[in-house]
């Protein structure tokens, strides 16, 4: 069934925020209307599984969380962007083809546990709109996935929390946010990356720190990220700064198989 009560899903997400972290950031009136929310109940009215389709992108998000069952799926677009947590991947994969899966770990850190960088490098600024050029340069010339290009925009940046390192009037890393909700004290961070020359300086660090640090200075409690299981530098780099492991994960595309 479609859930549009915000005051259920908002305590369903609050049983593990960390979790449920980007569901949290799609309670935000702008995310909302992007959003929907589909439950599957027992006899007694209790959530047993949920499933959240995000339209603003193509193909649209869908995060799973509970325990789906098979005809849970008929809710859900033919092709889509998954998260879900690792052991919902074997039952997902009987109904979706799964070609590029990617094992994720989530990290979360506490305002009590964060572990701010001594001394930031130079260049280490905040990054707005205005910055788009620079930060569309860093991605297209050896960044990310294409996706990730294309689901930023000015205005992201511009409500959102960038910080970008700056030499010689180019951008050498950055790191942004995903999610940055107050009104659900929730920030997730994203869009972490290095130019490839300039790695091993400890810049994913200092723009990750000084990410976190603005989200617990706005009093956003609920801070995560994502990152792939195999990056090991990455997450010795996020422990540094008081991360630790919370859930694994799996995304990628994943296409429903057809009969014949």
Request: hydrophobic share 40%; aromatic share 12%; charged share 15%.
């Amino acid at each position: 069934m479609n859930i549009t009560d915000k005051t259920l899903l908002r305590h369903i997400f609050h049983q593990d925020p960390h979790l449920y972290a980007y569901a949290l950031g799609d309670l935000e009136p702008a995310m909302w209307s992007l959003s929907s929310f589909f439950g599957e109940m027992d006899a007694d009215g209790t959530v047993l599984s949920l499933g959240l389709v995000w339209q603003g992108v193509t193909p649209p998000v869908l995060l799973l969380f509970g325990q789906p069952s098979p005809a849970f799926y008929d809710n859900f677009p033919n092709r889509v962007f998954y998260m879900l947590p690792d052991e919902l991947l074997s039952g997902f994969e009987q109904v979706y083809e799964t070609p590029h899966n990617i094992p994720l770990w989530r990290m979360k850190v506490l305002p009590t546990e964060f572990q701010p960088i001594a001394n930031p490098p130079a260049g280490l600024q905040r990054l707005s709109g205005a910055d788009m050029g620079l930060v569309q340069q860093l991605f297209e010339q050896d960044g990310p996935r294409p996706e990730e290009i294309e689901a930023i925009s000015a205005s992201q940046i511009d409500s959102g929390v960038f910080f970008g390192i700056v030499e010689n009037k180019q951008l050498v890393a950055v790191a942004g946010s995903h999610v940055c909700s107050t009104s659900e004290s929730v920030g997730t961070v994203g869009y972490v990356y290095t130019r490839r020359q300039a790695r091993e300086q400890g810049y994913a660090t200092a723009t990750t720190a000084a990410v976190t640090q603005t989200f617990f200075e706005m009093g956003i409690n609920t801070v995560i990220l994502n990152v792939a299981r195999h990056n090991t530098p990455a997450i010795r780099a996020y422990e540094k700064l008081g991360y630790t492991i919370h859930a694994a994960l799996a995304e990628g595309y994943g296409n429903r198989w057809t009969s014949n």
